[in-house]
């Protein structure tokens, strides 16, 4: 059974750094072409690719956002992190990890999500 | 970055009737070299993650009613539920996976009539 799992601090403060975990169970994150990436949803809002970590190491960010991500594995936890900096407001927004399909692993196509987190940015 | 466009923004339609949902691309998805569209749609009920119910743009996923059904290539797309129940009601989102940064669209609300 696949399941991924996010966590991390509900509130933060404008110009702090939010660090967030995606635990994954059901699938190791070592298996070849298997990535996870993180998405976020402004409450009410679509939703916002940010992130992406591939089996073999290989990240990829929004451009619009890329100064500001880091995205990163440990492989022998089950996690993939994710970290942003100097929030603002704006960033105000649950954040999800998911899966990429186990059968379209070339591309960012995603068959399993979190519950996701919300994270409110306020001082 | 590729700009998915849905229309309409919410749609209510009675039980047991057809609903209809387009997406635009502001660019081609279809991979010629395999002729393969790269566009999925998804469902978000409230309090929940997206749900993956089409992609290829007509295939849909496994353990998705029939009653969905997705057309369309190149760079308009359409999502089809036959008969609507109530079950149904959300937001419906489309994705292009063709180029990162990968894209939605700013989702469809489906009530009931």
């Known amino acids: 059974q696949v399941t991924l799992k996010e966590s991390g601090p509900v509130l933060v403060k404008p110009t702090e750094t939010l660090t967030l975990t995606c635990t994954v169970s059901g699938f190791s994150l070592s298996n070849a072409r298997m990535g996870v990436s993180w998405i976020r949803q402004p409450p009410g809002k679509a939703l916002e690719w940010l992130a992406h970590i591939s089996s073999n190491d290989e990240k990829s960010y929004n451009t619009s956002l890329k100064s500001r991500l880091t995205i990163s594995k440990d492989t022998s936890k089950s996690q993939v992190v994710l970290s942003m900096t100097n929030m603002d407001p704006v960033d105000t927004a649950t954040y999800y990890c998911?899966?990429?399909?186990?059968?379209?692993?070339?591309?960012?196509?995603?068959?399993?999500w979190g519950q996701g987190t919300l994270v409110t940015v306020s001082s | 970055d590729i700009v998915m466009t849905q229309s309409p923004d919410s749609l209510a339609v009675s039980l047991g009737e057809r609903a209809t949902i387009n997406c635009k691309s502001s660019?081609?998805?279809?991979?010629?070299?395999?002729?393969?569209?790269?566009l999925a749609w998804y469902q978000q009920k409230p309090g929940q993650p997206p749900k993956l119910l089409i992609y290829?743009?007509?295939t849909r996923e496994s353990g998705v009613p029939d009653r969905f059904s997705g057309s369309g290539s190149g760079t308009d797309f359409t999502l089809t539920i036959s008969s609507l129940q109530a079950e149904d009601v959300a937001v419906y989102y489309c994705q292009q996976y063709y180029t990162t940064p990968v894209t939605f669209g700013q989702g469809t609300r489906l009530e009931i009539k």
């Open positions: 660019q081609s998805v279809l991979y010629s070299s395999n002729n393969k569209n790269y």
């Open positions: 290829w743009a007509s």
């Open positions: 998911a899966r990429i399909h186990s059968t379209v692993t070339t591309h960012l196509l995603f068959d399993y």
